[in-house]
């Protein structure tokens, strides 16, 4: 992942929030703005994925979707590629106490 920007939204389908927003449904996985693939390389354009660059994936491993929600599924290789990336942390681990 070359590109300092955060990963935003790629997903299979779309609807139209109450404010008139378009946000993501269906299959959702991470995306690099101004790169054609996923986190991990899957290609947009071949598996007809649509961006969402206003909306950030900021999903983890933890969260819970149920019925109600837009989004069905949440890609683990976008949760595992992205896992160092959301926040504030700037890397997957930090080292407290190094050996002298």
């Not at 590109?3 to 790629?10: D, I, K, L, R, T």
């Not at 019925?67 to 407290?96: M, N, Q, S, Y």
């Amino acid at each position: 992942m070359g590109s300092s920007s955060a990963p935003a939204v790629a997903a299979s389908g779309e609807e139209i929030g109450p404010d008139g927003v378009r946000q993501p449904g269906g299959e959702v996985h991470a995306w690099l703005p101004g790169q054609n693939q996923t986190v991990w390389g899957l290609a947009l354009s071949r598996t007809g994925l649509r961006r969402f660059p206003h909306v950030r994936f900021d999903y983890s491993g933890t969260d819970v979707l149920t019925e109600a929600d837009a989004v069905g599924w949440i890609c683990p290789r976008c949760l595992a590629a992205t896992a160092g990336r959301r926040g504030k942390e700037k890397h997957a681990w930090v080292r407290d106490s190094p050996r002298p």
